[in-house]
């Protein structure tokens, strides 16, 4: 059974950081063309946030958390992280990861979601 398990995801005051994990069973990231990580906020559409290659570890980000945010993976643990620093009340939303079909940040490739996180920046 394939499934993403995301957490780390709390409430956390404006300028502080956290690191979110995505851990998947059933199929190895190692071997899926990418990994993602979106987010969606009240009222809002779900965005992508940060993505992940599997065959050359290049990464991408969306220009609103870049310098801010680092996706990493270990294939060994079979898990994907979003190091999230800099936080800021726009960055509160609740956060997905997914097993992506191309190497393109977007839910049009989505295979698998992750059930989600909620990430808080409030003060």
């Known amino acids: 059974q394939v499934q993403l398990v995301e957490s780390g995801g709390e409430l956390v005051q404006p300028g502080g950081s956290l690191r979110l994990s995505c851990a998947a069973s059933?199929?190895?990231?190692?071997?899926?063309?990418?990994v993602g990580w979106f987010r969606q906020a009240p009222g809002k559409e779900r965005e992508g946030v940060s993505c992940?290659?599997?065959?050359?570890?290049?990464?991408s980000y969306t220009d609103s958390v870049k310098g801010r945010f680092t996706i990493s993976r270990d294939n060994v643990k079979n898990t994907v992280y979003l190091q999230m620093n800099s936080l800021k009340p726009e960055d509160t939303a609740v956060y997905y990861c997914a097993a992506l079909r191309f190497n393109f940040l977007s839910t049009m490739w989505v295979d698998y979601w992750g059930q989600g996180t909620q990430v808080t920046v409030s003060s």
């Open positions: 059933g199929f190895s990231l190692a071997y899926y063309p990418a």
């Open positions: 992940i290659s599997s065959s050359d570890g290049s990464t």
